[in-house]
């Protein structure tokens, strides 16, 4: 009789994520520890809380995470290989063809909050929402918030519509320059995360270089403005007189985007902000009424 092989003991989820984060750093990955825990929980659907108290036992290492690690090692963003990007308080589906939202993307929808705090049923535009996450977290944190979103590419389209079906936001396929034109003169507040890399800047991180989406990277014209200028001139015609206006920029572009406001004529109160890692990353603006306007011209 044929004696078995006693089979090798499963690894321990706490061996597996120490490897996973080994092997994550290795590659470059900016945050190797977090990501091994966030993959791990992915397969599991604990919690974090829960998975590190876990990983004191010898619970064995979840089936498949191997390969969901090695797929990161080779810089697939976190959130392609999850399907989910955190936004605030949303939890976003996400995949190829979409911009991942950032953090200091936060920042800017805060702005745009503060300004509507205790405003009944403000009437609000994003202006190239890309996945939803600024449109859906203006209609989840606002009450009585009436949204509109424009999204240019399909692909972003598709999973905008996902996310912002459930919130009640106005959704359109378009282009932001023309977007809107029924609500001219009548929005309270307008914010923008408009592309604005220049065309022949390449992003340093590989996650963004090779997984997102292009028509989301780069603003137009050598010094990536052209889209940029023409949300600025589509705020001014979609906001009221007294409207504001919030756009999230690069740091090294917030002298320009002032100045760009400037000349337009139509603002006041142009403001430069900081995200939360101290980079002027946004600058909101006040449209001026014609009286102003008149003054401002005449000086």
């Known amino acids: 009789m044929t004696e078995r092989t006693p089979e090798a003991p499963a690894q321990s989820l706490a061996a597996a994520v120490r490897e996973a984060a080994a092997l994550l750093a290795e590659a470059g990955v900016p945050s190797p520890r977090a990501d091994a825990e966030l993959l791990a929980d992915h ?33 697939i963003p976190l959130q392609h290989i999850t399907g989910v990007a955190h936004f605030r308080y949303l939890e976003l589906a996400v995949g190829p063809g979409v911009f991942i939202p950032r953090p ?11 300004h509507v705090r205790g405003m009944s049923a403000p009437r609000m535009v994003d202006l190239g929402t890309g996945s939803g996450a600024i449109a859906g977290s203006l209609a989840s944190e606002v009450p009585g918030a009436e949204v509109h979103a424009v999204e240019f590419s399909p692909f972003a389209h598709a999973w905008a519509a996902k996310n912002l079906a459930p919130l009640g936001v106005d959704l359109v396929l378009g282009d932001l320059r023309h977007a809107f034109p029924e609500l ?47 949300a600025a001139a589509t705020a001014a015609r979609l906001l009221r007189p007294g409207g504001y206006f919030v756009m999230e920029h690069a740091e090294v572009q917030s002298g320009w985007i002032a100045a760009m406001l400037a000349r337009m004529g139509r603002w006041t109160a142009i403001t430069t902000h900081l995200d939360l890692n101290g980079k002027e990353r ?12 008149n003054e401002r011209m005449s000086q």
């Open 43 to 75: 397969l599991m659907n604990v919690g974090l809380g829960r998975l590190r108290s876990l990983m004191l036992g010898d619970t064995p290492a979840p089936e498949g995470y191997a390969g969901l690690v090695a797929e990161r090692a080779r810089r």
């Open 104 to 114: 200091e993307t936060e920042s800017v929808v805060q702005l745009a909050i503060d």
């Open 184 to 230: 001219d003169g009548t929005v309270d507040v307008v914010v923008s995360n408009p592309p604005y890399i220049p065309s022949e800047a390449i992003p340093n991180e590989p996650e963004v270089a090779l997984h997102d989406p292009p028509e989301a990277l780069y603003g137009g014209g050598a010094d990536g403005m052209e889209l940029p200028t023409a």
């Open 282 to 293: 946004a600058t909101s603006a006040v449209l001026a009424d014609q009286a102003s306007r």
